[in-house]
């Protein structure tokens, strides 16, 4: 899923990992929106053993606010919009982080970015929109459908 409504585009040009203060974080209706998706998630019964977010802080965020445990810290999500990141070693990463969840037999929310779900997925996801993927017998990654928040 893409993370929750974080006004703006990017991140300043001091954004450090692990200080908020330096980044584009999530607004009070992104905060909102988080518990609204986790509480639609619990409501529908969706098995979820574990939540996946990016370094972010509006990732992180979302995740927590989705009120589902335990959340685990996934760099292979962290965003790699305007060269933060490499895009191609990230997605590879991301690629054999969803295999060891298949092959473990968990299911996982991952709390991503715009730019990686794309990459994964060829899907441009709207803020807080979850795509379902599923991985083929072929070890490629299958977007089964699209979920919209609001």
């Known amino acids: 899923m893409r993370h929750a ?5 990017g991140d300043p040009a001091a954004f450090a990992i692990g200080d908020c203060s330096t980044q584009r974080n999530l607004s009070e209706e992104g905060r909102r929106q988080a518990g ?16 996946l977010p990016s370094q972010w802080c509006r990732s992180r965020d979302t995740a927590e606010g989705l009120g589902i445990r335990p959340v685990e810290d996934e760099p292979a999500l962290n965003s790699f919009f305007a060269g933060r990141g490499d895009r191609n070693e990230q997605t590879e990463a991301l690629r054999e982080r969803i295999a060891e969840l298949d092959a473990e037999g968990r299911k ?12 994964l997925t060829g899907v441009y ?10 991985l083929g017998e072929d070890g490629e990654v299958r977007v089964e459908g699209r979920i919209g928040t609001d």
């Open 108 to 119: 996982a929310v991952l709390v991503s970015h715009q730019v990686n779900i794309t990459a």
């Open 125 to 134: 996801p709207g803020s807080g929109e979850i795509v379902v993927i599923r």
């Open 5 to 9: 409504i974080a006004p703006g585009t």
């Open 36 to 51: 609204r998706i986790g509480a639609a998630i619990r409501q529908n019964d969706v098995p979820v053993d574990v939540v």
